[in-house]
């Protein structure tokens, strides 16, 4: 039996035991939804796949089930059938089995995988087929330049975000409590494009980055690049990451003693298990969007039933959007059906409430939601930047590592 196969078979089968919870008699009456997607539960990208889009994929699946499926217009509900396979952080895996969900298994709708270069990997074959596909984990400039209007992105954009970091370390500059940046990226499509824009916005801001060093997506050494940065006298460390490289980075600063001020991490900063792994991450900056204290509407509902199900916190920074592109797919079904075309259409006219606050998409961006800076502080990933919507105030320098 393949791969494919025995995932195919072991996902289904999981959805089948969680939707028979459900009355036989509208079981009997209504046929699934079936949504497609891959999500990487092994190779680079696991980590961040595990932690922001699949725990959100099958709580909102939960959810709808338990009041008897997804509310399809003219039809009343029909219970959530998930297909998908891991698809091992590898791009032509994920193009194969998305090009067979629209072509083999003819899927209702679908739901992207994790990361930048993984969305761009399939969002041409969800643009061939007409399929909508809310991107909660998707970071480029690009977006809105290439010829994709079935794709959308819910998250902040390279531009946006280090419009904020910028933002926060001209202030802190100001405030005599840094001097020295440097820039340490990942070599991939998120990290190049990241750091391109974190030279445009820090020029604007009127700063410069004294270095700015590149490592391959999977890197296992990080220590030359700290100890560079050490010795140089930076006081203020950018990292463009993803969580294992952030991960590994934060554990090899304690190694090699070095403690910045400012420690300023892209994805995995704001996850949970980041702030328990390293007790010392009190004063850690990263990207943030969202924790339970903001105004969103049912942003603490969310929170305590993502905890209830899952036993553990979403991040604070993707997770919020991941959800909130499932309440968007919502609300589209349960007002024109599953209509792709009118789907689309209603994505590209409305603004929609979700948890993560208003979002609304311009050529395929959400233009709604701000580039944001957060800090651990005492348990909780406060948005520091911008003042506008803090929920805390930035802690500089941050303590030493524990």
């Known amino acids: 039996m393949s791969m494919k196969r025995r995932e195919f078979l072991k996902t289904t089968a999981g959805a089948a035991a969680a939707l028979g919870t459900l009355r036989g008699r509208a079981w009997g009456q209504a046929k699934p939804v079936r949504i497609g997607y891959t999500l990487s539960a092994t190779g680079p990208y696991s980590v961040g796949a595990g932690i922001t889009q699949g725990p959100n994929y099958t709580l909102w699946q939960e959810q709808a089930n338990a009041k008897g499926g997804l509310l399809v217009k003219g039809q009343g509900r029909r219970p959530i059938e998930f297909i998908s396979i891991d698809d091992r952080s590898e791009h032509e895996t994920a193009v194969r089995f998305y090009e067979k969900l629209a072509t083999d298994d003819k899927v209702d709708l679908m739901l992207p995988p994790w990361g930048t270069a993984m969305n761009f990997a399939v969002a041409p074959i969800a643009n061939k087929y007409g399929y909508p596909l809310l991107g909660p984990t998707a970071v480029s400039n690009k977006i809105k330049d290439l010829q994709l209007p079935y794709f959308y992105a819910l998250l902040q954009q390279p531009d946006q975000i280090m419009g904020a970091f910028a933002g926060i370390l001209k202030e802190l500059k100001a405030q005599g409590k840094i001097s020295k940046i440097a820039i340490a990226y990942v070599n991939d499509l998120f990290g190049i494009e990241l750091n391109a824009s974190a030279a445009t916005a820090l020029k604007e801001a009127g700063l410069e980055a004294v270095d700015v060093k590149s490592y391959p997506l999977g890197v296992k ?15 203020a460390f950018v990292g463009l990451t993803y969580p294992p490289d952030n991960i590994l980075a934060t554990s090899q600063a304690k190694e090699v003693d070095w ?45 305590d039933a993502h905890v209830k199900k899952h036993q553990k916190e979403p991040d604070r920074w993707a997770s919020a959007f991941a959800y909130a592109s499932l309440q968007i797919l919502e609300r589209c079904v349960a007002e024109v059906g599953l209509d792709r075309k009118k789907i689309k259409e209603m994505v590209d006219s409305t603004e929609f409430r979700t948890v993560a606050g208003p979002i609304r998409f311009v050529k395929g961006t959400n233009v709604s939601t701000p580039g944001m800076v957060g800090q651990w502080q005492k348990g909780e990933f406060e948005i520091v930047w911008p003042k506008s919507l803090a929920t805390g105030t930035p802690v500089v320098p941050k303590p030493a590592w524990a």
Request: charged share 20%; no cysteine; proline share 8%.
């Open 221 to 235: 050494d990080l220590s030359p690049v700290l100890k560079g940065f050490k010795a140089a006298g930076v006081d």
């Open 259 to 303: 403690n910045p001020p400012v420690w300023l991490a892209a994805v995995g900063t704001a996850f949970p298990f980041y702030r328990d792994r390293f007790k010392g991450a009190e004063g850690v900056m990263g990207i943030a969007g969202w924790n339970p204290k903001v105004k969103s509407a049912g942003a603490k509902e969310y929170f």
